[in-house]
């Protein structure tokens, strides 16, 4: 797999790694069984801008990668700002992410928002994101992964394929 300079930095330097102490916010997204776990922490000031914003991110590469520049992307931003960040703007602002790798940046968005809306519900207020899948603990963010009907993949998933058909590199499902 091929990543951009900019994964590979974040990746080997990731920024704002650690836990707020006195959150304002905590969203926690992922799956063990999967292997990829975030946590993302904010503090929010009194205008309700994002003042910090800190991740803790169990998993690979793109994992790391996604969940620093996510942080990076929501300092300074309003909570509706950084509740609308989406997964391609965050594969965009890394130089893109191999098809197989955007479930990353899907669980780096979620975090935030669940941290957005855990800031939201303790102020009485109503969430922004609503239901967010990946927050379950029975997630699976290779459920609706469509990758293997991806041109520049099937020749992967084919050199790759187990017994059952399934690609046995980038899907390791239980």
Known sequence: MIYSDKVMDHFNNPRNVGVIEDAD???EVGNPVCGDMMKITIAVDDSERISDVKFQTLGCGAA???SSIVTEMAKGLSLEEAAAISKQQVADELGGLPP????CSVLATDGLKVAVD???VKHGREP???VIQSADPNFDPHADEDHHDDAEVV???HDHAGADGECSVCCQRP
Do not use: F, P, S, W
């Not at 197989?100 to 479930?103: G, T």
């Open 25 to 27: 916010g905590t969203g």
């Open 64 to 66: 790391i990668a996604t």
């Open 100 to 103: 197989a790798k955007m479930h």
């Open 118 to 120: 855990d800031y939201l």
């Open 128 to 130: 922004l994101a609503g």
């Open 155 to 157: 020749e992967h998933v």
